[in-house]
T-cell receptor
């Protein structure tokens, strides 16, 4: 059973470009979480999605960031008009059900560098 | 709202020595607690979790943690460190916090464990 897949693993963008980060959850998992890890910091929750629905986006910056999890295909985290402060590691996690005690399985992350 | 504090951003031990990584949480409702490990340039891997079944939780790779409600702590220990334990360790909490908590994890700042030969 393949784990959580994220691509690309590394992404370099210039200021003002768009970044698209993809996450394929584990097989059978329909719950996806995105987290951001800034340098020297822990992971911070961004958004929680189920298929075709955004359930909790309380951690998403108000502008330039969006996320989706379509019926078919991976979850996408999209950052428009990137700035240097967006440089970070972005991790996706998935779980089979929603429960507070449910284990979230993490992907290897996408490391975004904005020049 | 819940929060996690990990005391000590860096811990250094000798191979074979006791490993103790500290985690204190804040939550107004019963929490679920997790320890994850992150190796360089990799994702997070679950070591163990507390789900209220037992206060002493055993995880993978010889790690264990004890939930102490009176001290609001969930410290991670391993009797004998191995070189392969060198990594960054994160404590996280999940707790119901109203309408939109939905199981999102709140992480501590992380502790980098160095193991010396």
């Amino acid at each position: 059973n393949a784990g959580v897949m994220q691509n690309p693993r590394h992404l370099v963008r210039r200021r003002g470009q768009e970044a698209r980060l993809r996450c394929s959850p584990m097989k059978g998992h329909s719950h996806v979480y995105w987290y951001r890890q800034l340098p020297e910091e822990g992971l911070k929750f961004m958004v929680y999605l189920q298929k075709e629905n955004i359930i909790d986006e309380s951690g998403m910056p108000k502008e330039r960031f969006s996320a989706e999890f379509p019926k078919e295909g991976p979850s996408i985290l999209r950052i428009q008009q990137v700035v240097r402060g967006d440089s970070a590691a972005y991790f996706c996690a998935s779980s089979p059900v929603y429960r507070l005690q449910e284990t979230q399985y993490f992907g290897p992350g996408t490391r975004l560098l904005v020049l | 709202a819940q929060s996690v504090t990990q005391l000590g951003s860096h811990v250094s031990v000798s191979e074979g020595a006791l490993v103790l990584l500290r985690c204190n949480y804040s939550s107004s409702v019963p929490p679920y607690l997790f320890w994850y490990v992150q190796y360089p340039n990799q994702g997070l891997q679950l070591l163990l979790k507390y789900t209220s079944a037992a206060t002493l939780v055993k995880g993978i790779n010889g790690f264990e943690a004890e939930f102490k409600k009176s001290e609001t702590s969930f410290h991670l220990t391993k009797p004998s460190a191995h070189m392969s334990d060198a990594a960054e360790y994160f404590c996280a909490v999940s707790a119901y916090a109203g309408g939109t908590s939905y199981g999102k994890l709140t992480f501590g700042q992380g502790t980098i464990l160095t193991v010396h030969p």
